[in-house]
Nanobody, 128 residues
Framework: QVQLVESGGGLVQAGDSLRLSCAAA????????MGWFRQAPGKERDFVAG????????YYGDSVRDRFSITRDNAKNTVYLQMNSLKSEDTAVYYC?????????????????????WGQGTQVTVSS
């Protein structure tokens, strides 16, 4: 049974930083591309960042490109999202997701329908 478990969310002030983690179990982690998405109340689930199985290529949504960084540690079966210079509009539930296969374009990583497995989400709240 595949499990993706996010952690690291919380309440912070604008300008602060947070690092989210997503620990994977029940799958061969190094075979999976990973993504982070977020969903604010009343809004659609938006792409935040993605990383290829090897960690060699990373993709970002426009609103976070210069502030967030996605990394992974295949030895620890974990993907991270470092979030800097947080803004109130970053407030959302953050989800990690896993997809197998060979994908090379931002549009592919940004499509939530491609992903095979999802975590339960972690809340990030940024107060202004």
């Amino acid at each position: 049974q595949v499990q993706l478990v996010e952690s690291g969310g919380g309440l912070v002030q604008a300008g602060d930083s947070l690092r989210l983690s997503c620990a994977a179990a029940g799958l061969t982690f190094s075979n999976y591309n990973m993504g982070w998405f977020r969903q604010a109340p009343g809004k659609e689930r938006d792409f935040v960042a993605g990383i290829r199985w090897s960690g060699g290529t990373r993709y970002y949504g426009d609103s976070v490109r210069d502030r967030f960084s996605i990394t992974r540690d295949n030895a620890k079966n974990t993907v991270y999202l470092q979030m800097n210079s947080l803004k109130s509009e970053d407030t959302a539930v953050y989800y990690c997701a896993a997809v197998s296969g060979h994908y090379y374009y931002l549009s592919e990583y940004a499509d939530p329908r491609r992903y095979d497995h999802w975590g339960q989400g972690t809340q990030v709240t940024v107060s202004s």
